[in-house]
T-cell receptor, first 112, second 113 residues
């Protein structure tokens, strides 16, 4: 039990599909993050939310759309993805931006 | 620019030996350095961290050292065990950019029994 739960754990979708990834944290944290982890590459920060407000978007294509309805939940909506978007998508949370981040186990996404 | 370099990319040791992973960073404003362990099929797990007001921190078989002048920090694992096998990531937080966490490329550690 990591305190950060991601669903689904695995997702296979076609390029024209629409799907959403979900992240839930039970740690009472105020900051939440989406990362992309591709093979042979460092973790890439995608989005940051602090107190439900998006504070960072690292030049992520618009086919990825985040949503943070409250401090405990974070979504990543996917639409018209490309094969190069296949990766492990990790969610993390922290008490605030200056505290350690705790990660979920990720969603393994495969685009056909 | 912001950059964290990590070496080696792979490391194989015999059970009981020590393992050392090294990282360098480019921004002198960095002052928080966490280390993560990622096992197969899992997310990264924080194993130890250090802030710039100390030069070394130890937790049982794991220790981290920091040299702020040279801008490098290292993870030391002693008496390695097969369950230490995983990918290890160093990271540096850039407080002057709102606490952005920059990761190294990862080290795949294999401990052979």
């Amino acid at each position: 039990e990591t305190g950060v739960t991601q669903t689904p754990r695995h997702l296979v979708m076609g390029m024209t599909n629409k799907k959403s990834l979900k992240c839930e944290q039970h740690l009472g944290h105020n900051a939440m993050y989406w990362y992309k982890q591709s093979a042979k590459k460092p973790l890439e920060l995608m989005f940051v939310y602090n107190f439900k407000e998006q504070t960072e978007n690292n030049s992520v294509p618009s086919r990825f759309s985040p949503e943070c309805p409250n401090s405990s939940h974070l979504f990543l909506h996917l639409h018209t993805l490309q094969p190069e978007d296949s990766a492990l998508y990790l969610c993390a949370s922290s008490q605030d931006r200056e505290q350690p981040q705790h990660f979920g186990d990720g969603t393994r996404l495969s685009i056909l | 620019g912001e950059n964290v370099e990590q070496h080696p990319s792979t490391l194989s040791v015999q059970e009981g030996d020590s393992a050392v992973i090294k990282c360098t960073y480019s921004d002198s404003a960095s002052n928080y350095f966490p280390w993560y362990k990622q096992e197969l099929g899992k997310g990264p797990q924080l194993i130890i961290d250090i802030r710039s007001n100390v030069g070394e921190k130890k937790d049982q078989r794991i220790a981290v050292t920091l040299n702020k002048t040279a801008k490098h920090f290292s993870l030391h694992i002693t008496e390695t065990q097969p369950e230490d096998s995983a990918v290890y990531f160093c990271a540096a937080v850039l407080y002057n950019q709102g606490g952005k966490l920059i990761f190294g490329q990862g080290t795949e550690l294999s401990v052979k029994p």
